[in-house]
């Protein structure tokens, strides 16, 4: 009967939903294969190691308890780009779940302080982020669950290990889950170069609110409607002609404002 079918919305949501189930990832390099081996929350599929590399990873392997295939280190065949620097090691695995946006921003480990990009897709931004994200004790890195860096060995790999413990959450819609930290208490502020406020300024004006730091994709910036949606676009201030810093770069100013803002209080 025509009244049972599921309307093709419903059908296409629950069709992405199976396809992100059986997704794996590849990760690659001694520093990233090993932390993710010793993350009890990661689900470990297949690990592919060269003689020389299992001796350095004698004691993470022996932890997870996952059995390793050896390999020639001059056919190293597994489905990782050409040209990456593997080190001699790769594992297949399941992409980390961190869980609801709330339970994480509200009382997740860490400073009462997030950070959103907006459509920023190069792997190795990502990864400077979420590095910078645990040095200064970040709750979480929010991002699109489309136009957004996916989690790769690339990514991993530049993250040093901070994707194995710093939450990377993909939301559906950013200016909403945006709106969903506002009600938490959230101020956001908008890192942009022109920005009104310089960003010192920005981090007083928000007392001891907890802070969510919104940066866009180099060259296209914020989109109008995550712009809107910030209480204040802020801007670093730079001596000389040239003031532009990377995402990366900008992430890591901005969450040292923010970590250190009690501190000048």
Same mark, same amino acid.
């Given at each position: 009967?025509? =009244?049972?079918?599921?309307? *093709?919305?419903? !059908?296409?949501?629950? &069709? %992405?939903?199976? +396809?992100?189930?059986?997704?794996?990832?590849?990760?690659?390099?001694?520093?990233?294969?090993?932390?993710?081996?010793?993350?009890?929350?990661?689900?470990?599929?297949?690990?592919?190691?060269?003689?020389?590399?299992?001796?350095?990873?004698?004691?993470?392997?022996?932890?997870?308890?996952?059995?390793?295939?050896?390999?020639?280190?001059?056919?190293?065949?597994?489905?990782?780009?050409?040209?990456?620097?593997?080190?001699?090691?790769?594992?297949?695995?399941?992409?980390?779940?961190?869980?609801?946006?709330?339970?994480?921003?509200?009382?997740?480990?860490?400073?009462?302080?997030?950070?959103?990009?907006?459509?920023?897709?190069?792997?190795?931004?990502? =990864?400077?982020?979420?590095? *910078?994200?645990? !040095?200064?004790?970040? &709750? %979480?890195?929010? +991002?699109?669950?489309?136009?957004?860096?996916?989690?790769?060995?690339?990514?991993?790999?530049?993250?040093?290990?901070?994707?194995?413990?710093?939450?990377?959450?993909?939301?559906?819609?950013?200016?909403?889950?945006?709106?969903?930290?506002?009600?938490?208490?959230?101020?956001?502020?908008?890192?942009?170069?022109?920005?009104?406020?310089?960003?010192?300024?920005?981090?007083?004006?928000?007392?001891?609110?907890?802070?969510?730091?919104?940066?866009?994709?180099?060259?296209?910036?914020?989109?109008?409607?995550?712009?809107?949606?910030?209480?204040?676009?802020?801007?670093?201030?730079?001596?000389?002609?040239?003031?532009?810093?990377?995402?990366?770069?900008?992430?890591?100013?901005?969450?040292?404002?923010?970590?250190?803002?009690?501190?000048?209080?």
């Amino acid at each position: 009967m025509s =009244g049972d079918k599921k309307p *093709s919305w419903v !059908v296409d949501k629950e &069709r %992405a939903r199976r +396809a992100e189930a059986r997704e794996t990832v590849w990760l690659f390099g001694l520093h990233a294969v090993r932390d993710a081996l010793m993350n009890p929350a990661r689900e470990k599929i297949r690990l592919v190691v060269t003689k020389n590399a299992l001796d350095k990873l004698e004691e993470a392997v022996a932890a997870a308890g996952i059995q390793p295939e050896i390999a020639d280190p001059r056919r190293f065949d597994v489905p990782i780009d050409e040209g990456s620097v593997h080190q001699g090691a790769a594992m297949e695995v399941k992409p980390l779940n961190w869980g609801k946006l709330a339970d994480v921003a509200i009382s997740g480990e860490g400073a009462p302080l997030v950070v959103l990009l907006d459509r920023v897709t190069d792997p190795h931004n990502v =990864g400077a982020v979420l590095r *910078s994200a645990e !040095v200064f004790g970040a &709750r %979480a890195v929010i +991002a699109p669950r489309h136009h957004s860096a996916p989690e790769t060995g690339a990514l991993a790999k530049t993250a040093s290990g901070a994707l194995e413990r710093q939450p990377y959450l993909k939301v559906t819609n950013l200016a909403e889950a945006m709106e969903e930290l506002k009600a938490m208490g959230y101020r956001m502020i908008g890192l942009d170069g022109d920005g009104t406020v310089e960003l010192g300024a920005a981090m007083a004006s928000v007392g001891t609110h907890p802070v969510a730091l919104v940066l866009g994709a180099e060259g296209p910036g914020l989109r109008e409607k995550t712009r809107e949606t910030c209480d204040v676009i802020a801007r670093i201030p730079f001596a000389g002609a040239f003031g532009s810093l990377n995402v990366s770069n900008a992430a890591a100013v901005g969450l040292y404002a923010a970590a250190t803002r009690h501190d000048k209080a």
